[in-house]
């Protein structure tokens, strides 16, 4: 009598087996990505541009210079954060040393660091962050911006659909100043002055002082000294009266006029023995009596 062949039967122990790894194969899954650590940053105007449309997204610069503290300051608190990094994983983030790529700065007109530029993977800007903010408020202000929100094109809508108000005025003129759009921005400041000429509402002082900062990054040294010495007489008990005083001396010394810079700034140290800014005044007395030789000069 022949043995009965065993084969079919370990074929389908076999077969048995198979399915039992399968089945529980299928319940293991896989190890999610570990969570970014820090901001991986592009450090070009193109590649950011171009890595942004192959990844359908949008850019945020960050124009910084290397002397700049603010900038630092959101380097070493806001892109540590862990929600500012998972943030950056939606938008691509990119720093630009603006006296580095002189011609991209140029482009935006940015004029003040840091400067934060939100924008289209086209390059066309949706709105600025000027200056540092703390983690929650920066991504508060660019969730905002990525909504339309708090834009310069939402305030003009604004205008546009209900009318002008001192408020809106104000700010619709810093965001033209933020933007380096001074023309602009004088528009509506002078708006603004003309409502309130004696801040009785709060804003003609801070038109003023926005005014006088904007001529002296234009350049107009003489108009913004005007300014700031306007302020020191007719609002001499305010609290922005000291800042008035030392960026007067500030002005004198951008425009080149040492002697009257060394006044102003002892003047001030004078006026505001406590200032906290006294230490600064102190500096540029220094500096403008003891200057660097040509080749070291900064």
Not at 103 to 121: D, E, S, W
Request: charged share 25%.
């Amino acid at each position: 009598m022949r043995k009965q062949k065993v084969y079919p039967l370990i074929a389908i122990a076999i077969a048995v087996m198979v399915a039992i790894i399968a089945i529980s194969g299928c319940g293991k899954k896989e190890a999610p990505p570990a969570a970014p650590t820090k901001i991986d940053f592009a450090t070009s105007y193109d590649g950011a541009l171009k890595l942004a449309q192959e990844k359908n997204q949008k850019v945020l610069i960050d124009f910084y210079t290397d002397w700049c503290t603010w900038c630092k300051k959101l380097d070493t608190e806001t892109y540590v954060d862990s929600a500012v990094i998972a943030l950056s994983q939606n938008l691509v983030f990119t720093k630009i040393n603006a006296e580095v790529d002189t011609v991209t700065a140029a482009k935006y007109m940015v004029r003040a660091y840091p400067t934060i530029v939100l924008m289209n993977n086209d390059g066309t800007e949706i709105d600025r962050i000027a200056g540092y903010l703390p983690a929650q408020d920066f991504i508060q202000t660019v969730d905002d911006y990525l909504h339309g929100i708090n834009t310069l094109d939402y305030f003009l809508k604004k205008e546009a659909d209900s009318g002008a108000n001192i408020e809106l005025n104000a700010t619709i003129a810093q965001k033209y100043a933020d933007r380096g759009m001074y023309p602009e921005a004088e528009q509506y400041l002078q708006k603004v002055l003309t409502a309130d000429p004696d801040n009785a509402q709060k804003f003609g002082l801070e038109a003023m002082m926005s005014l006088g900062d904007i001529k002296m990054r234009d350049k107009k040294y003489d108009e913004a000294y005007t300014i700031f010495k306007n302020v020191m007489t007719k609002f001499a008990t305010s609290d922005r009266a000291p800042e008035a005083h030392i960026y007067s001396a500030i002005v004198l010394a951008r425009k080149g006029d040492t002697t009257a810079a060394i006044k102003a700034f002892e003047s001030f140290i004078k006026t505001y023995p406590t200032s906290e800014d006294t230490a600064y005044a102190q500096k540029q007395i220094e500096r403008l009596k003891n200057p660097e030789p040509p080749e070291t000069a900064k």
